[in-house]
């Protein structure tokens, strides 16, 4: 663990010290690119399979340093009850992190970059046969039984490409994009282990860059 714990720090001190090469209002004198990425993804969590869709918010702060936020959804049947009364066991998961990327290369039709991320991911085992109902605004709501709870703690190196198809005139450029990243996850969990959540993830989707 020490050694993950070191490489992840490394990685992380090496994207603070790109941001603080020069001062801050120098930040601001190149237009300011937004760009939302897209994907669905792969992943292995608890030993499945699990299929979902990710989506990043960035904006570049420099012309190779852009920072945001990335927001991650899943959900899968389970083969597994853990040795609870779950008569069908399923899985629930979210993801929400700070993103940092910075392109090593870029010019009008192709971006590649490294990725960090940091932030809370949540899992829940559910019972599928059973439903929890609410009240709100829009009426009532039903969601599967969700039985036990896992909130960890993640850590996300990894690299992105970008491959732009359309160039409009108007803003945003489309591009097709993908990115991979490596989960550690860490903390106490409710159900499995912190390390059962700790794997590769392969995303592929549609990014939107432009808008300023």
């Known amino acids: 663990m020490k050694r993950h714990l070191f490489f992840t720090l490394f990685f992380f001190i ?24 897209i994907y669905g993804f792969h992943s292995n969590m608890v030993q499945e399979n699990v299929f979902g ?72 085992l559910t019972d599928r046969n059973r439903n929890d109902e609410f009240w709100n605004e829009d009426g009532l709501l039903s969601t599967h039984q ?21 160039d409009n005139d108007e803003f945003p450029d489309v591009y097709l994009s993908t990115e991979a990243r490596y989960r550690k996850a860490f903390g106490n969990t409710d159900f499995g282990r912190s390390k059962d959540f700790n794997n590769f993830y392969v995303g592929f989707g549609v990014s939107l860059i432009g808008f300023w």
């Open 14 to 37: 090496s994207f603070i010290s790109i941001a603080q090469e020069s001062e801050i209002q120098d930040l601001f004198e190149i237009e300011n690119e937004i760009a939302i990425d």
């Open 53 to 124: 869709l990710t989506v990043d918010f960035k904006m570049y702060l420099r012309e190779k340093w852009a920072t945001g936020l990335s927001f991650s959804l899943a959900s899968r049947p389970l083969n597994t009850n853990y040795g609870l009364r779950i008569a069908e066991p399923g899985f629930e998961y979210g993801e929400f992190s700070w993103l940092n990327q910075f392109d090593i290369y870029k010019n009008e039709k192709v971006r590649l970059g490294f990725l960090l991320s940091n932030g809370l991911g949540v899992a829940h």
């Open 146 to 166: 969700r039985v036990r709870t896992n909130i960890l703690y993640l850590i996300q190196p990894g690299f992105e490409a970008n491959f732009r198809v359309y």
